[in-house]
């Protein structure tokens, strides 16, 4: 089930937004806007901008489904110097491929494992925990909250974009 979460539905989610910033481009040629204006718009003057917002998730994506699989010494590194759609996209998709990499199996004893993070102060949580209450709450805010930056300021997407295409089947015969 973690696989399910983190590489399948995870990867999903970052596609998703792959389309959405395709939204935001083709709104910023039609309406004049600075792709860049886009970029580093937030909701609130504390929040992050849609840009960190957007590495935030990534960031989630990949450390997570490393700490859950024990590979935390080869994750990828981003430097946080994504300053145009090109260069989100870029990272968005360096993520995607890294998760690609696991298999259902490297998340074997993930649920028991102890996981911790250097701003925890040597504290931990059990897998299930850091899944169930780190991880999936925060790549869903991140990602949602990149989604209504752009919805706010006037990109023309709505919950099937966020959503994507669901694996819909047709109803079994009576």
Known sequence: MIHAI???????????????????????????????ILLQARLAPDQFSLVQQIRTACDTAKMGAARLAGRDKDVPVHEDKEQTLAEIRARIESVTAYLKGFSPDAFAGAVERRITQPRWAGKTLSGQEFLVQHVIPNFYFHATTAYA?????????????????????????A
């Not at 399948?8 to 040629?29: D, H, P, R, V, Y």
């Not at 930056?149 to 015969?173: F, Q």
Request: hydrophobic fraction near 45%; charge should be positive.
């Open 6 to 36: 983190v590489v399948t539905q995870f990867s999903k989610m970052l596609n998703n937004l792959l389309a959405i910033l395709g939204e935001a481009e083709k709104f910023a040629a039609e309406k004049k806007v600075d792709t860049a």
């Open 149 to 173: 930056i752009l919805r706010h300021n006037g990109v023309v997407i709505g919950k099937r974009n966020y959503l994507g295409d669901m694996p819909y089947r047709e109803a079994a015969a």
